[in-house]
């Protein structure tokens, strides 16, 4: 891969987090500084190893890094280049650093060269002789830079022979903005255009998802702007937010989005949430507001909360409500279930939830759905040593927490709230609490028609009749009543193409043991 030139926009290394300030660090004491360790008895890191998802820009740092420092790259995939012949390959890549210029030898994918299993011991022995005798015989003149997208893959010896391993994560909001400013360095960008707008719903981009993006916005554009030019002389190609817009869909982020877990909810509207009018309201003013006004709050010096809680009875519909406030949002959703937190090993269930705010932080906005919290975190006189140490850790992430920076909220979900640890719900932390009480016969009535709109019905229907005879039943068990009735429906047009659910329908659906109304 070739790296542009930067001459208009230097190459962001702060958009690579601690882990690309630290390699710059390196490149400075390895070829700038050797002065430093002159009179030292150890000399600056000569090995390191890259780790990061695919397309995080592992090499794209490396050899930029090393154009800035002048320093002569030599880096091959031997896996593809020597297929059959990896000891060889190496000998090659390594026997090619000559004199005494400063260099960078680069091995890309190394779990492919030494995988985890099977490790080709020939060409091990050859790579291992090669480090120590380019580590002894050339003092800081030669680094070794390895990258890899699967850390367990690679095999253990040879991952603990580097000195130092730096991890790159998915870029923040604001990483992605350098970025894309980088690679937009063009001065024929339309005025109205807002990279950092731009940035901000690129959520679990990677380096390579930015580029594959700008690429196809500039194609986007080119084909917009030829449309319109009758006369067919060259013109300048601007950009617009929705030259980009329009090509998101098209980016394929599986593998970062199963690796982070978290994704753009799926559109679950208002309206497709019937009833609860006020708990509706209650959550557009402490949620959706503060993501769709951000810059208002921030001149008001409002600090929304950062954490909110749905309690109510099972079933009430808080986890649907809270799918409807993240898309309403514009925000992705990162759903969290007690197995996730849960580990066996010790301290690994803290390490699960300093994990689950790292990624929402990588994925801002974000909203963090936390159900059941009571199952987590009860009263503390109630915990043990385990639900002790979670509760600080949770504690800690939140009250750290700087939402006008990270925007994240914490939206938590409980059938017992009093159960919950009142040092969770003080202000500051969990300090909104919205009750998700049953429907009344007016919501039962406006939820049963938000749930058969789906399905082909007589216009006819008596729903505040049907709402009347649900008396106590939950948003779930209407849920049910919709689906008996449709089945009714099929059951009584099995053979013909076109049923449509009737009153009769609802009627044999609410003689089952489930909805018969106490006499």
Aim: contains cysteine; glycine residues 6%.
């Amino acid at each position: 891969m070739t790296i542009p030139s930067s001459s208009d926009t230097a190459f962001p290394v702060c958009a690579f987090g601690q882990a690309g300030k630290r390699l710059q660090e390196i490149f400075i004491c390895s070829f700038q500084r050797k002065d430093l360790f002159a009179n030292l008895p150890v000399d600056s890191t000569q090995s390191v190893l890259l780790t990061g998802p695919s397309g995080s820009g592992k090499r794209s740092l490396a050899v930029e890094l090393c154009r800035q420092f002048g320093v002569t790259v030599d880096s091959a995939r031997l896996s593809l280049e020597y297929p059959a012949q990896m000891s060889k390959g190496i000998e090659t890549l390594c026997s090619s650093v000559t004199g005494d210029l400063p260099t960078a030898i680069i091995f890309q994918s190394i779990h492919d060269l030494f995988p985890a299993r099977n490790t080709d011991e020939e060409a091990y022995h050859v790579f291992t002789v090669s480090m120590q005798g380019r580590q002894s015989h050339r003092k800081g003149r030669t680094l070794i830079i390895a990258t890899t997208a699967d850390l367990d893959g690679v095999n253990e010896a040879v991952k603990n022979s580097f000195e130092e391993h730096l991890s790159l994560e998915l870029p923040t909001p604001t990483q992605r903005g350098e970025l894309l400013k980088w690679l937009l360095r063009s001065p024929y960008n339309d005025p109205s255009f807002n990279v950092l707008q731009v940035a901000d719903c690129c959520h679990a981009y990677t380096l390579a998802d930015l580029a594959t993006l700008c690429r196809r916005a500039v194609e986007t554009a080119r084909e917009r702007i030829a449309s319109s030019n009758l006369s067919n002389e060259p013109t300048p190609v601007t950009l617009r937010d929705s030259d980009f817009q329009q090509n998101m869909s098209s980016i394929k982020l599986a593998e970062n989005r199963k690796r982070y877990d978290v994704s753009r909810m799926e559109a679950v509207r208002w309206t497709d949430v019937g009833g609860h009018s006020t708990v509706k309201r209650l959550l557009q003013e402490s949620v959706v507001w503060f993501y769709q006004n951000t810059a208002a709050f921030a001149r008001l010096g409002i600090q929304p909360s950062k954490g909110v809680l749905l309690y109510g009875p099972p079933g009430t519909g808080k986890t649907l409500l809270a799918k409807a406030v993240a898309f309403e949002s514009g925000a992705n959703f990162l759903p969290i279930s007690i197995s996730e937190i849960i580990k066996g090993e010790v301290g690994e269930s803290e390490k699960a939830i300093s994990r689950t705010f790292e990624t929402a932080r990588r994925c801002s906005p974000c909203i963090i759905f936390m159900d059941e919290l009571e199952a987590l975190f009860s009263r503390h006189d109630q915990m043990g040593q385990v639900g002790k140490k979670l509760f600080s850790q949770l504690v800690v992430e939140i009250d750290t927490l700087d939402w006008q920076s990270s925007r994240i909220v914490l939206l938590g979900a409980t059938n017992h709230p009093n159960s919950l640890d009142p040092a969770l719900l003080r202000p500051g932390r969990i300090d909104r609490l919205i009750a998700v009480r049953p429907p009344s016969a007016s919501e039962r009535g406006d939820i049963l028609q938000t749930l058969a709109s789906k399905l082909p019905f007589e216009k006819d229907l008596d729903w505040s009749g049907i709402a009347a005879r649900t008396r106590g039943k939950t948003g779930a068990d209407l849920k049910e009543l919709v689906r008996r009735a449709g089945l009714a429906a099929l059951n009584r047009t099995i053979l013909d193409g076109q049923p449509t659910v009737q009153m009769c329908d609802f009627e044999d659906a609410l003689r089952t043991p489930q909805f018969r109304q106490p006499s």
